[in-house]
C-alpha cells in the first residue's frame, strides 16, 4: 500500500553525541578530512552504506552503537575536539578580516551571490555541471578566506535528474523526489516562531510564495528557496520541482524567484540573523538578473528614488559574471512574456514595463527586437562585468561588443577573472597527505604551500599515482557492473568486468557535460585508429568517460550512445568505459586516477572548463585544446595543446583534422613520455611534468585565487561605488543619472571638427615629439562634461592602431560658438609605423569605465585633418 504521507524521524542523539549533529549540519564536513574521519569511525559499514552522507548515517546508526559512542571517551575526545574546530574556523580572524583592516577603504560588510545552482556535495544534489560545481567552490573558497557572502540559490525537489542508459546504450533520466528534511538544510523561521515565507506577485492577481531553507558552507549561508508549499497552486508549487526542467514560461517563473524573490530573501535573512544587508550583488550568468529590478524597486518605493537614479544606485554595487561564449547560451524570453509579468495587472508604478523592457533589448546591430536578452540585461545593470578566463573575456567583449558601439573591443567594459576551483574538495586525500608527510607543510593551504612538491620523492610521487589509479580500477568495475545489471545482463555474463581497465596501463579521463561543443566523440573519428591506441601491444591506453547530455537533447544522447556502442564491443570493452550519472562523487573518483585529462572542445567556444584544473591539482596532466583556462595557462611542459584547425568553415573536416592530431600526440608523444623508464623502473621525465604541473598549476588554479580577485578587482570597487552613491540620502544618485541624461540628451551635437598636428610628419625619429591641436563642439555640453583623447601607437597596414595608448588632451581655449580648442603633446618612444586619432568620451568621476555609457564621436573623416595652425 502506498503511504498518503510521508515524513521524516531523525536519530535522538544522546546528550553526549549532540555535537555530531553540530557537524552534520555545517557542510565543511565536504571538504575536511577529520570531520569525515569521525563519521567513519560512528559506523564505517553504514557510513560506506549510505554514501558517506552524514545526515543518512545519523539516521541510520542502531541505537546500540550510539550508546557504545557515548561511553567512548576517545571517540567523545575526538568529536568535542572537532566541533571547536569548526566553531573556532567559523569565527577566527581570516585573510578577509586582516586585509579589511588594513585596506584603504573598507571592503564591502556583505557580498550576496546569486547561481541557479550550487555544487556543494553530492548529498546536496542542486547542480547540474560546471556552473554550479564553480558556484559551490565559490561559497568554500569565500569560507576560508573569511569572505562575508551570503548565497542566494533555489532548492529543486528533484535535483536534475539521475543518469542511466538503455540496453541500446540510450540515456534515461529519473527523478527521485528529495525530502528537505533528509537533507543538511533547516527553515528558517520569523521571531515568532513562523516558517520564512517570501512572496512575488503574478500576472492575474496571483502570488508565488517561497519558503526559505539554509545550508551552512562553513561560515557562509547558503538560502535556497523552496516554491513547494501548501499555500500556492499546484503550477506555482511545481515551479522549483527540478533543475533546467521545463518550457519558456517555467523558467521565467524560476529566474523571478530567484531574482526578485532571492533579494527578498536576503533581506528576511539580514533582519532575522542580525547581518548586515549586502553592499555588492553577485549575478552567476544571467538566470538572476531580476534581482536588479528588485533592487531599483528598492530604492524607488523606500528611498524615493525616480527609476534613473534608483537605476544608478543598484548597479553601482552589482557585478555580473558571464559564463557562456556562444549566444545560443543565453536565456532569452520573448518581449511579450516579460511584458505580461512586469505589467497590466501586475505592474509596479516606480518601475515601468517599458523601461524594464528596454534593459534586456538587444538594441544592437543584428539583434532580435522581439526577444529579451537575460544577459545583455545584466550587463546593463551592473557596474562591473567579467568572463572567466582570459580568452573568454575577450570573446565576451566581441561577443557583446554591440552594446557599446564606436568602441574597440578591448575597450568593452568586461573584465577577466579566472575560475578557479577549491582544492581540500578536489585534491586526493593521500595527494594531500603525501605532501604532508614528505615535505613537513600544511600542504594547500596557501599558494606558497606548493613549493612543498619540490621535495617529493619520485618514488612517493609515482606510488601514490599508481594507488589512485589502481582505486579508480576498483571504483569503475564495481560502477560498470552496477550499470549492466541496470541494463537488463545478469551477473552471469558479466564475469568480463573483473579484467576491466588495469591499473599499470596510461589512463586518459574525459567526463563533462554533453553538448555539441565539446566533442564527446571526436576519439571516435577513426575507429580503427582509435582502436589500434586502445590495444597497442607495447604502449596501451585505456579511456575512462562520463557525462550528461540534457533531458531535451536528443543530439547528445545521440552522442553518449556512440560511445557507448563502441564501448560495449568486446575487442575493447576492458580499454574503454563510460560511467553513468556523473556528479561530484564520481569525479572525485575518477579525476584523482588519470594520468591525463582529454578536453577537446571547439575553440573558443569553452568559456573556463575547470575540470582540467582539478585534475592538475592531482597531478593529472592536460591533453587539451587551447581553449579556456589552458589558453592562458599552458607553458609547454605541464601537459599537450591539441592543435586548432581554426579557419577550417566544415566541421567534419575539422573533427578529420584535430581527432588526427589528437591520436598523433598521444601515440607518440603522451604514451611514450609514461611507458619510458630508467634504470629505477620510474618514468622520470613523466614525473617531471607532473611535479612541474603541480608546482606550476598548483597556486594558479586556486578557488582562494579566484576570490580574492573578485574581491580586490571587483567586490571592493563596487562597495565603494556602492557607498559614494548611498552617501547624503543618495543624493550623487540622483546627480549621476541627471548628468547621464544630460550627457545622452546633448550628445548628438558633439563632434570633432578639425585635427592637425605640427613638429613631427610624415617621417619622424625616436624620441621627436608631434603636437597635436584640434577644435571640438560641445554643443549644450561643458568641456567638464567630456574627456578628448589623443589615441595613438604603432598601426597595422589597414591603418588600425595596435595596442593603443591615450592622452588626455586639455582646453587651450574656448569660444561663445560652444566650440574649444584642446591640445596636447606626445613623444614617440618606438620606431614602425605611427596612427593617431582624436576621440570626445563622457567623463564623470563616478564612472567605472570611459564606456560605461557607450558614447564616442570621433573625426567624421581624414580629409577634414590638416598639418598646421588651427584657426
Known sequence: MRAIRRFTVRAALPAELLPLGELATNLRWSWHADTRAIFAAVDPTTWDAVGQDPMKLLGAVSTTRLSELAADTEFRARLDAAVADLRSYCTEERWYQRNEQAGEHPLPRAIAYFSPEFGITAVLPQYSGGLGILAGDHLKAASDLGVPIIGVGLLYRRGYFIQSLSREGWQEERYPVLDPHEL????????????????????GGRTLSAQVWKAQVGRVPLLLLDSDVEENGPFEREITDRLYG????????????????????????????????????????????????????????????????????????????????????????????????????????????????????????????????????GLRLAQRANGVSLLHGAVSREMFGGLWPGFDPDEVPITSITNGVHAPTWTAP??????????????????????????????????????????????????????????????????????????????????????????????????????HLLLHPERPIQLVIAGKAHPADDGGKRLI????????????????????????????????????????????????????????????????????????????????????????????????????????????????????RDDSGLPARWLEMVRHTIGSLGPKVLASRMVQDYVNQLYAPAAVSSRELADDKLSLARELASWKSRVRGGWEAVRVDHVEVSGAVDVASVGDEVSVSCLVSLGSLDPADVDVQLVYGRVDESDQILAPQTLSLTVAEQFDSGRSRYEGTVALRNSGPFGYSVRVLPAHRLLASPAELGLVAVPMAPAGMTDGPVR
Not at 184 to 200: F, K, M, Q, W
Not at 316 to 332: C, N, W
Request: with cysteine.
Open 246 to 377: 521545463g518550457g519558456t514560461e517555467h523558467r521565467l517563473h524560476q529566474e523571478l524567484l530567484l531574482g526578485i524573490g532571492g533579494v527578498r530573501a536576503v533581506r528576511a535573512y539580514c533582519r532575522l540573523s542580525g547581518t548586515p544587508d549586502p553592499e555588492v550583488f553577485h549575478t552567476n550568468e544571467g538566470h538572476a538578473g531580476f534581482l536588479g529590478i528588485e533592487r531599483i524597486r528598492e530604492y524607488a518605493d523606500e528611498d524615493g528614488l525616480p527609476f534613473d537614479a534608483a537605476l544608478e544606485a543598484a548597479r553601482a554595487g552589482t557585478v555580473f559574471t558571464t559564463h557562456t561564449p556562444v549566444p545560443a547560451g543565453i536565456d532569452r524570453f520573448p518581449r511579450e512574456l516579460i511584458a505580461t509579468y512586469f505589467g497590466g495587472d501586475n505592474a509596479i508604478a516606480s518601475v515601468p514595463v517599458e523601461r524594464i523592457l528596454e534593459l534586456g533589448a538587444e538594441t544592437y546591430s543584428g539583434g532580435d527586437p522581439t526577444v529579451f536578452n537575460m544577459a545583455v540585461m
Open 561 to 676: 550512445q556512440e560511445l557507448v556502442r563502441f564501448a560495449d564491443d568486446p575487442a575493447v570493452r576492458h580499454r574503454i568505459v563510460f560511467l553513468t550519472d556523473y556528479d561530484m562523487g564520481l569525479a572525485a573518483e575518477m579525476i584523482p586516477g588519470c594520468d591525463v585529462w582529454l578536453n577537446n572542445p571547439l575553440r573558443p567556444l569553452e568559456a573556463c572548463g575547470t575540470s582540467g584544473m582539478k585534475a592538475a591539482l592531482n597531478g593529472c596532466l592536460n591533453l587539451s585544446v587551447l581553449d579556456g583556462w589552458w589558453d592562458e595557462w599552458y607553458d609547454g611542459a605541464n601537459g599537450w595543446a591539441i592543435p586548432s584547425a581554426t579557419g577550417v568553415d566544415d566541421p567534419e573536416r575539422r573533427d578529420e583534422l584535430e581527432s588526427s592530431a589528437l591520436y598523433d600526440l598521444i601515440e607518440t608523444s603522451v604514451a611514450p613520455r609514461f611507458y619510458e
Open 430 to 531: 593521500e595527494a594531500i597527505e603525501l605532501a604532508r608527510r614528505e615535505a613537513g607543510q600544511a600542504f594547500i593551504a596557501t599558494a606558497e604551500d606548493w613549493g612543498a612538491l619540490d621535495d617529493v620523492s619520485d618514488r612517493a610521487l609515482f606510488d601514490v599515482g599508481r594507488l589512485l589509479r589502481e582505486r579508480l580500477v576498483q571504483s569503475v568495475r564495481r560502477r560498470l557492473r552496477a550499470q549492466w545489471l541496470q541494463r537488463g545482463a545478469s551477473e552471469a555474463e558479466l564475469g568480463w568486468v573483473n579484467t576491466v581497465l588495469d591499473p599499470d596501463v596510461l589512463t586518459i579521463g574525459f567526463a563533462r557535460r554533453v553538448p555539441s561543443y565539446k566533442r564527446l566523440t571526436l576519439m571516435l573519428t577513426d575507429p580503427e585508429r582509435l582502436q
Open 184 to 203: 543538511p538544510i533547516e527553515a528558517l523561521r520569523e521571531a515568532d516562531g513562523s516558517l520564512l515565507r517570501v512572496r512575488i506577485g503574478l500576472p
